[in-house]
């Protein structure tokens, strides 16, 4: 059980979905909304 581990993984996570969520949130802000679309699904994908 590495619980030293866990919050530090935990955190990465967080981070790594919060900078891809602003990512995709200024994307459909600054480019148009087909394109956003298009870049989040190229992306999921």
Not at 16 to 43: D, F, N, T, Y
Request: proline fraction near 4%; charge should be positive.
């Amino acid at each position: 059980m590495k619980h030293a581990r866990s919050p530090a993984r935990m955190s990465i996570r967080r981070d790594a979905r919060r900078a891809r969520g602003a990512a995709a949130m200024r994307a459909a802000s600054l480019k148009v909304p087909a394109r956003g679309r298009a870049g989040v699904a190229s992306h999921a994908s």
